[in-house]
């Protein structure tokens, strides 16, 4: 499973570290993801990094702004998001894809079977 952390009330032009510590599973196996989703919207794959080597993928509307990194002797996966803007909000869940370890942009959330319960960040003035 895994346990994420981090999330919050945030301003705009403000700053978030994100954890996804997982617990079954290593982080130097696997790409290990995160994802977001807002209300109304579907979910939207936003950073990897593979488990091999971390070679790291973000998603377009992403990049710039959020460095996904591991520490693998904490099994912790981290995403630090700056410049948040008010599109940033949304649940953010981490997910392991068991069937890659490296990724593979687009991220696809059918590809993921093990899921966090998601933190919430909001970005508001």
């Known amino acids: 499973q895994f346990v994420e952390s981090g999330g919050g009330l945030v301003q705009p032009g403000g700053s978030l570290r994100l954890s996804c510590t997982a617990s079954g599973f290593f982080t130097d196996v696997n790409a290990i993801s995160w994802f977001r989703q807002a209300p109304g919207k579907e979910r939207e794959g936003v950073s990897c990094?593979?488990?091999?080597?971390?070679?790291?993928y973000y998603a377009d509307s992403v990049k710039g702004r959020f460095t996904i990194s591991k520490d693998n002797a904490e099994n912790t996966v981290y995403l630090q998001i700056n410049s948040l803007k008010p599109e940033d909000t949304a649940v953010y869940f981490c997910?392991?894809?068991?069937?890659?370890?490296?990724?593979?942009?687009?991220?696809?959330?059918?590809?993921?079977?093990?899921w966090g319960q998601g933190t919430q960040v909001a970005v508001s003035a």
């Open positions: 997910a392991i894809n068991l069937t890659r370890r490296r990724c593979v942009g687009p991220l696809l959330d059918y590809e993921y079977v093990y």
């Open positions: 990094i593979s488990g091999m080597d971390s070679y790291t």
